[in-house]
């Protein structure tokens, strides 16, 4: 009776060992799971670290990238001071070509007045050239300074001399001794007067 009693204690306690062995082989443990973890951080940080192949590679490409810039940058240098060096040489290319018109004029004139000894002939072509050297000078905007009979400005006159008179008011240039040009408003020198002064009258 007493071996009847135990074998259902018997196949309840077996029952629950084999329930948590069960349990035990079914639920992971602890250090399984770390394990998993660390292995897929490995995985993770191996696909994102680059490769160093690549990484030289890229590195390469850009090294060659700096190496054209550089090379484009000295030639645009180069090429900037070929030009620079040229617009020195040649920027009054016009203005000798416009010149080489009053030379012949003045040619003209000096075997007029060798072959011909005629004074007329000579001042005509002293005129000419004249003329000529006008219209140069305003093909590039020189222009004379007005002077003569106006006040004295000293930002474009210069008095060489002072006259007594009362003929004019005072200060005024009575006597233009060297025309003044400016290149449009800058003065390219000024003109060379004579400044009137007013007369001092004495008291009798």
């Known amino acids: 009776m007493l071996a009847d009693k135990d074998e259902p204690l018997k196949e309840e306690t077996g029952k629950?060992?084999?329930?948590?062995?069960?349990?035990?082989a079914q639920s992971p443990s602890v250090e399984d799971s770390t394990q998993e973890q660390e292995s897929c951080s490995k995985d993770k940080s191996s696909?994102?670290?680059?490769?160093?192949?690549t990484l030289q590679a890229e590195l390469k490409t850009e090294k060659d990238k700096a190496l054209r810039l550089s090379a484009e940058f000295e030639n645009y240098k180069k090429r900037s001071s070929r030009e620079i060096s040229d617009f020195r040489?040649?920027?009054n290319e016009s203005v000798f070509k416009k010149l080489l018109t009053v030379v012949d004029n003045l040619e003209r004139a000096i075997d007029s007045g060798e072959t011909q000894n005629n004074q007329a002939s000579i001042l005509e072509g002293i005129q000419l050239t004249h003329k000529e050297l006008i219209k140069l000078f305003e093909a590039f905007n020189i222009k004379a300074i007005e002077a003569l009979n106006l006040p004295f400005d000293p930002a474009f006159h210069q008095?060489?001399?002072?006259?007594e008179t009362d003929e004019h008011p005072d200060n005024t240039v009575i006597s233009e001794l060297q025309k003044g040009y400016v290149l449009h408003d800058r003065l390219l020198r000024p003109s060379m007067v004579v400044v009137s002064k007013a007369v001092v009258k004495q008291d009798n």
Do not use: W
């Open 16 to 24: 629950k060992s084999g329930d948590e062995t069960t349990k035990s």
């Open 159 to 163: 008095a060489v001399t002072q006259q």
């Open 47 to 53: 696909e994102e670290k680059p490769d160093i192949a």
């Open 89 to 91: 040489k040649y920027a």
